[in-house]
């Protein structure tokens, strides 16, 4: 890279600032989302929650996260990411510190139903904001690190909070989890706002670096203009074979995720026998191996661009390979040591965070003035996962008494997202909602 000119100032990193503050946000969205998980086995015992209504309790978060994308969306173009997000961190960690309390109530599982529905509804900017801040932060041969590192947060939070959690829910009791992570959450909340702001309003950065991001492909001035909502920029959207087939992709990722994030532990307790304890530690070990593949996953695509390989390439290559091999999750079925189940686990989340470049992707091929509701038909179509696979797998392990078909179905998710990329999505460029756009 050339130097810098002499008499010209040094650009500035604020963009990895910014950076650092999605991913702590993103690492307590995804702790949020996990406490109920972590919870489950002594709340099931504590409330007298059978399989399926556990399986309702933990959809509740999805109903109300996948209804509100595209309003989420349509928030976000409007009002901008920092105020949205910042309001959206401090109300879902209030929620969740409300969840400590649902044994007080006549009715736990209409209070956790709904405090986990109101959750869902405040989380639902959350993606669509981390996507709008990438794009408007980095340029484009960074941005598939930079989405790799937002979107590792979630393996991250696994993996390091998850023994907290355990410990916490050992010692103190599973009240406590909620009592904790909610009033982090609302502290980190109150940081944000001092911390981030948009690249032409934040006084950290100077012109030298949002000149650097402008010139890579990166869209800083976004929010200078406050996008109305339009129905025929819905259309063209969701409308567009490329989307569509990224819509399917994210879906099947999503739903190894969600299998991770809800049932992942009680698998180990009841299928397993393993202790509480013991589940916070071996846990931690395939959500350590999925930030790694994340990781890797990013640097390779940003490899491909800086070789000077497509867009196309450059992006599915890690996403198809990472789906197909998550799919070995399956192989848990035939094995009965503990550690070899570890290690297949650990391979599939390995394989998941190399495949989890799906909001790089909606970065590279949004619409620049429809980012946010680009990103919420994303993750709303993503997020039907959240929904659909907790009550599946509550299904499954009710009706068979084992979790051999919850994990042939989280197996078939992966190949299926793989057959979408290679079949259904075809060339990635930008989309312009003026334009007509092929129909799917």
Not at 68 to 77: C, F, K, Y
Not at 404 to 418: C, S
Request: net charge positive; aromatic share 14%; proline share 4%.
């Amino acid at each position: 890279m050339n130097q810098p000119r002499e008499g010209l100032p040094k650009k500035s990193n604020v963009r990895f600032l910014i950076l650092a503050m999605v991913f702590l946000v993103t690492v307590f969205n995804y702790v949020d989302r996990a406490t109920l998980s972590i919870a489950a086995p002594s709340m099931r015992k504590d409330l007298g929650f059978d399989a399926i209504t556990m399986g309702i309790a933990f959809s509740a978060f999805g109903w109300a996260y996948t209804a509100m994308q595209i309003p989420g969306g349509v928030i976000l173009d409007r009002f901008g990411s920092r105020l949205v997000y910042g309001v959206s961190l401090i109300t879902w960690s209030a929620f969740t510190f409300m969840q400590g309390f649902v044994d007080l109530f006549s009715s736990a599982l209409m209070a956790l139903f709904t405090l986990r529905f109101l959750m869902g509804i405040a989380e639902s900017p959350a993606f669509p904001a981390n996507n709008r801040l990438t794009v408007m932060w980095f340029p484009r041969h960074e941005r598939g690190l930079a989405t790799a590192i937002f979107q590792s947060a979630q393996y991250f939070a696994l993996a390091v909070f998850t023994p907290v959690m355990t410990m916490t829910l050992h010692y103190w009791g599973w009240q406590q989890i909620f009592f904790l992570t909610g009033a982090a959450g609302i502290v980190l909340g109150l940081l944000w706002f001092k911390v981030v702001h948009e690249p032409k309003k934040h006084k950290r950065a100077n012109q030298a670096e949002i000149d650097y991001i402008e010139a890579g492909g990166g869209l800083p001035q976004i929010g200078d203009v406050k996008t109305p909502f339009s129905w025929a920029q819905l259309k063209s959207i969701s409308a567009n074979r490329m989307m569509v087939g990224i819509y399917i992709g994210q879906f099947c990722l999503t739903s190894i995720t969600w299998f991770f994030l809800t049932w992942f532990p009680t698998y180990l307790i009841e299928a397993k026998g393993m202790s509480i304890l013991k589940v916070g530690f071996v846990a931690a070990v395939p959500a350590i191996c999925g930030f790694a593949g994340g990781m890797f996953g990013g640097l390779w695509s940003d490899w491909f661009l800086r070789r000077g390989f497509s867009l196309t390439v450059a992006r599915k290559t890690p996403i198809i390979v990472g789906l197909f091999l998550s799919s070995t999750i399956v192989v848990a079925n035939y094995v009965s040591s503990d550690a070899i189940v570890i290690g297949v686990m650990s391979l599939a989340f390995f394989a998941k965070g190399v495949g989890n470049l799906g909001w790089c992707i909606v970065g590279d091929v949004s619409p620049k003035e429809s980012m946010g509701i680009s990103g919420g038909m994303f993750n709303l179509f993503g997020n039907l996962a959240s929904i659909v696979t907790p009550l599946a797998i509550g299904y499954f392990v009710s009706t068979t008494g084992s979790f051999e078909a919850a994990l042939t179905y989280v197996a078939a998710m992966g190949a299926l997202g793989a057959c979408s990329y290679l079949f259904i999505v075809g060339k990635l460029e930008r989309l312009e909602v003026n334009s007509p756009t092929p129909s799917a």
